[in-house]
C-alpha cells in the first residue's frame, strides 16, 4: 500500500512538472519538443501502472500431497536493483524499470547515459518530493571515459542482485560477462534491426503512414525503429512513390525547440557518420538515392530524411542497425521470401508488416523471429504491453503485468508437522 501510494504521488509530480521535463529531454538529446512531451507522457505512464501493480504481487497455495503440509508460494524483492539506461529515452526508460522495481519492493542505482544525466536527476528529485525515501532511488552519473569502469562495479559488486541494461547488443553481452560471475539475475533490453514487410495486399496508404511513424520517430535513434523495407514486387513502386512524398512532404529537420520540427539532430558525429557509410556503401554496390542522402544544410549533426530503392541484402543498411534517418527498401517476390529475409538477422526486437489477407496475417505474425510485432501499425510500445526481444536482442520483459516479475524472487515454503 505505501509503495503504491507513493509511485502515484510520483507519477502526479512528473505530470504536474511535464513541460520542465521535455524541455531538459529536447536540451540533451536534441528530440523535438512535441516528441519529448510524449515521452514525459509515457514516462509518467510506467509509474501509473507499477502503482497499481504494486498491489497485485501475489502469492499461491498449491494443494500438498501429504495431509499434515502446506506448500506456498512466496514472491519477495530480488534486492538491490542497478539499472543502466541509454540516452534516446532518457526518461522512458528509467520509469519503466525503476516503476517496476520500487513496485516490487527493491532499491534502485541508477546509471544513466553520459549524454542525458540531467533527466535522471530530475526524476530523482521529483521521487524525494513524493516521499521515496533516500537511498531508495540513487543515481550515479559519470563520464563515457569512466562509464565502462562504472559498468563493470555494477555488475560485479555482491551487493547489487539485479542488472537491468537498455543499450546496444555488444554492451549488452559485455555486462551479462561481469554479472555471470555472481550470478546476478539480468534483464536485457538490447539492439535491433527491424523489418517492416508490406505484402502486395496491403493498404499502402496505411502503410506509408506507418513506415513514416516507424522508422523516422526521433530520427530514427530509437531500437524499434524499422531498419530494413521488404516490399513486395507488385506494390513496390507505388509504395516508393507515396513514402518518398510523405517524407518530402510531412518530415521536417530542425532545432528540437522549434514547433514545426519533426527530425532533431543525431545524437553525435559518430552517429552522423555511420548514417554516411551506409549511404555509400549502399550507393556504391547499386542503390539509389530517391530522397535526401546527406548532412542537412543545418550541419552540425543534422541529416536529411534519406530513402533508398534497389537495396539488397548484401549492404551494410541491411546488415547493420542504422540507428539514424536512413530508409532501404528491398523488393521481394513471396511471402517465404520476406520471412526469410526478416529472420536472417541474429536480432530479434520488434518486426512490423502491412496485410489485408487474414491467413497471411496470422502465418506472418508467428513466424517472425521477434519479441515484437506490428501488424497493420508502426508504433507499438505501450505501458500495458510486454517489451523485449528474442535471439541477441535480449532478456526479459519490461512494462506490462510481466515486468514486475523481473524484480521479484520466487520462495517455496513447505509448511509440516500440521
Not at 523535438?32 to 501502472?49: D, I
Not at 530480488?78 to 527493491?106: D, E, H, Q, Y
Not at 530479434?348 to 502491412?354: C, E, I, P
Request: net charge neutral; glycine share 10%.
Amino acid at each position: 500500500q505505501e509503495r503504491s501510494e507513493r509511485l502515484r504521488r510520483w507519477f502526479e509530480l512528473v505530470m504536474g512538472n511535464r513541460e520542465q521535463l521535455a524541455t531538459i529531454i529536447t536540451a540533451e538529446n536534441g528530440k523535438p519538443l512535441k516528441e519529448a512531451q510524449g515521452e514525459v507522457l509515457y514516462s509518467a505512464s510506467f509509474l501509473e501502472w507499477f502503482a497499481e501493480e504494486a498491489r497485485r504481487v501475489y502469492g499461491d497455495v498449491i494443494p500438498a500431497s501429504a495431509k499434515d503440509r502446506r506448500v506456498l508460494v512466496l514472491k519477495q524483492p530480488v534486492g538491490v536493483a542497478a539499472v543502466i539506461t541509454p540516452w534516446n529515452f532518457p526518461s522512458a526508460m528509467i520509469t519503466r524499470k525503476v516503476g517496476a522495481a520500487l513496485a516490487a519492493g527493491c532499491t534502485v542505482v541508477v546509471k544513466p547515459a553520459e549524454d542525458t544525466p540531467l533527466s535522471a536527476l530530475a526524476l530523482g528529485e521529483l521521487a524525494n518530493q513524493a516521499g521515496i525515501p533516500a537511498g531508495v532511488y540513487n543515481v550515479v552519473p559519470c563520464s563515457r571515459q569512466q562509464a565502462p569502469a562504472v559498468g563493470e562495479v555494477l555488475c560485479t559488486d555482491p551487493l547489487v542482485a539485479k542488472i537491468s541494461f537498455t543499450g546496444s547488443t555488444a554492451t549488452g553481452k559485455v555486462l551479462l560477462k561481469h554479472a555471470a560471475g555472481t550470478v546476478k539475475r539480468v534483464s536485457m533490453e538490447l539492439g535491433g534491426h527491424a523489418p517492416f514487410i508490406v505484402f502486395d495486399s496491403a493498404d499502402v496508404d496505411r502503410a506509408v503512414a506507418g513506415a513514416l511513424a516507424s522508422k523516422y520517430r526521433n530520427s530514427g535513434q530509437t531500437c524499434v525503429c524499422t531498419n530494413r523495407f521488404l516490399v513486395q514486387k507488385g506494390i513496390h513502386d507505388k509504395f516508393v512513390e507515396k513514402f518518398a512524398k510523405a517524407i518530402e512532404k510531412e518530415l521536417r529537420v530542425g532545432c528540437g525547440f522549434d514547433a514545426k520540427t519533426t527530425q532533431g539532430p543525431l545524437i553525435n558525429e559518430k552517429a552522423v557518420e555511420k548514417v554516411e557509410r551506409h549511404i555509400t556503401d549502399a550507393v556504391s554496390q547499386g542503390a539509389s538515392i530517391v530522397t535526401g542522402g546527406k548532412r542537412h544544410s543545418l550541419g552540425k549533426n543534422f541529416f536529411e530524411p534519406t530513402l533508398l530503392s534497389n537495396v539488397t541484402t548484401k549492404m551494410l543498411c541491411t546488415q547493420e542497425e542504422t540507428f539514424g534517418p536512413l530508409a532501404p527498401v528491398i523488393k521481394f517476390e513471396t511471402e517465404a521470401e520476406a520471412i526469410a529475409i526478416a529472420n536472417a538477422a541474429n536480432v530479434g526486437l520488434a518486426g512490423y508488416f502491412y496485410s489485408q489477407d487474414p491467413a497471411q496475417i496470422w502465418r506472418v505474425a508467428e513466424q517472425l523471429e521477434v519479441g515484437m510485432v506490428g501488424v497493420n501499425e508502426g508504433i507499438i510500445s505501450s505501458v500495458e504491453s510486454p517489451f523485449g526481444g528474442v535471439k541477441e536482442s535480449g532478456l526479459g520483459r519490461e512494462g506490462s503485468k510481466y515486468g514486475i516479475d523481473e524484480y521479484l524472487e520466487i520462495k517455496y515454503v513447505c509448511f509440516g508437522g500440521l
